[in-house]
Nanobody
Framework: QVQLVESGGGWVQAGGSLRLSCAAS????????VGWFRQAPGKERKFVAA????????RYEYSVKGRFTISRDNANNTVYLQMNRLKPDDTAVYYC????????????????????WGQGTQVTVPS
């Protein structure tokens, strides 16, 4: 089992920045690819970014490319999502999730691929 806890969400004006953290406990975090997803009110949960178990490979949803950066610190069992130039459309609850590194990295865009989820953290960018 892996337990995930997100933090770092909040309210920020458009153009501002936030850094989300996903802290893991339980099994060694380096055994998992980690993804960030977000869900706006009344909408489906959608892929934002993912990072491979080693940190060597990343993937981003098109609308966040160049603005968001995912990184990880396996020694401290934490994955980060640095979010810059935030827009009102980025408003959502952000979730981190983990999937076994035995899976190919290509699965990371699918919510159904993940075994473990955090409780989410709210990000609000008012228009």
């Amino acid at each position: 089992q892996v337990q995930l806890v997100e933090s770092g969400g909040g309210w920020v004006q458009a153009g501002g920045s936030l850094r989300l953290s996903c802290a893991a406990s339980g099994r060694p975090f380096s055994n998992y690819h980690v993804g960030w997803f977000r869900q706006a009110p009344g909408k489906e949960r959608k892929f934002v970014a993912a990072i491979s178990w080693s940190g060597g490979t990343t993937r981003y949803e098109y609308s966040v490319k160049g603005r968001f950066t995912i990184s990880r610190d396996n020694a401290n069992n934490t994955v980060y999502l640095q979010m810059n130039r935030l827009k009102p459309d980025d408003t959502a609850v952000y979730y981190c999730a983990a999937v076994s590194a035995l899976e190919g990295f290509g699965v990371v865009v699918r919510t159904t691929a993940y075994n473990y989820w955090g409780q989410g953290t709210q990000v609000t960018v008012p228009s």
